[in-house]
């Protein structure tokens, strides 16, 4: 990793040989080449490490052409992935950061979540300029923030992690939302959970990395995979847990989970999607919080004063 150690991040996100990771250290997307392992290109100007404020902090591609990124002060920053500057701003007209995001590519459309504010809220936004904002979504009963949303092809509906619901750490839930109808239209509630990660696999179901603040609080260190159509519970791993981001490699049919609070040390978690099965846990490095995957490699990144990579890096696990 070129630049100041990397000491802070948060998102990463992956497609067609390119790998992008929310840096806060240096206020920037960093961008690779997949393909031929190399630093591309940085992008400044994010607000860095600073809180409820900071940035950047989810990405997520559109149509091949651009990268969204949120950022603090209420704003998203929109970055062309040909000529790696900034191209617009667009703001959610809150006061604390915009976190993570998903794509509707079917209806071209945003929806974004301000976590930090009080109450919560996502932001449906049209990824055709001018960009406009379509709606808000206030989820007043989401009282620890909001985390993953993500996008299912089927229903066409976004689902949403919540970590807790009414005050009560024990009681999380998957969001359901009409990004059309810019309304919450379900809410399939998960105990012992405090849902981070959300990944769409095939078969409409869905993999729900239970965060590490679940751990935190006591609860059991394991992962659970929903049919996205009825909210129920398929299977329950309880070979990993306390992970943040999760993802889904369509080209090798497996999720990875950042797990980083499971017990004894920070794993990758491998699952094959087809046969709903735990393949294995590999160690991975310091405060590596964050997955994403391509073409059958998973990226993860790794602090700095981890002692293979002393200014911070992206491990790259291989299928």
């Known amino acids: 990793m070129p630049g100041v150690p990397l000491r802070s991040f948060d998102i990463g996100y992956a497609q067609g040989g390119v790998y992008a990771l929310a840096d806060r250290?240096?206020?920037?997307?960093?961008?690779?080449?997949?393909?031929?392992?190399r630093f591309l290109a940085r992008v400044g100007g994010f607000a860095g490490a600073k809180g409820d404020q900071a940035g950047p902090n989810g990405i997520v591609f559109v149509d091949h052409r651009q990268l969204w990124a949120g950022d603090g002060n209420s704003r998203i920053q929109i970055i062309s992935l040909v000529t790696h500057r900034v191209v617009a701003l667009v703001s959610t007209g809150g006061v604390k950061r915009v976190d993570?995001?998903?794509?509707d590519p079917r209806d071209h459309l945003i929806v974004a979540t301000n976590n930090a504010d009080n109450p919560p809220f996502l932001t449906v936004i049209s990824s055709k300029p001018p960009y406009s904002v379509q709606s808000k979504i206030v989820l007043k009963r989401a009282t620890d923030g909001l985390e993953q949303p993500v996008w299912d092809p089927e229903s066409g509906n976004v689902f949403v992690a919540i970590p807790e619901l009414h005050g009560q750490p024990a009681k999380g839930a998957v969001g359901v939302v009409d990004?059309?109808?810019g309304a919450l239209i379900g809410l399939d509630e998960l105990a012992q959970c405090m849902p981070a990660g959300l990944a769409m696999g095939p078969a409409s179901e869905m993999l729900v990395g239970c965060s590490d603040d679940a751990v935190s609080a006591g609860f059991p260190a394991h992962s659970l995979l929903l049919d996205a159509k009825t909210g129920k519970i398929v299977k329950t791993f309880g070979q990993v847990g306390g992970s943040d981001e999760v993802w889904y490699d369509e080209a090798s049919g497996r999720y990875a989970l950042a797990a980083v609070a499971n017990p004894g040390g920070p794993v990758i978690g491998i699952i094959d999607a087809g046969l709903k099965r735990w393949l294995g846990n590999l160690p991975s490095g310091k405060t590596a919080h964050s997955v994403a995957g391509d073409a059958g490699e998973f990226f993860l990144p790794v602090a700095a004063g981890d002692k293979a990579c002393p200014n911070g890096c992206i491990e790259v696990f291989a299928q």
């Open 179 to 181: 990004p059309r109808k």
């Open 25 to 37: 250290s240096n206020e920037s997307i960093d961008l690779f080449d997949t393909r031929h392992r």
């Open 100 to 103: 993570e995001l998903a794509y």
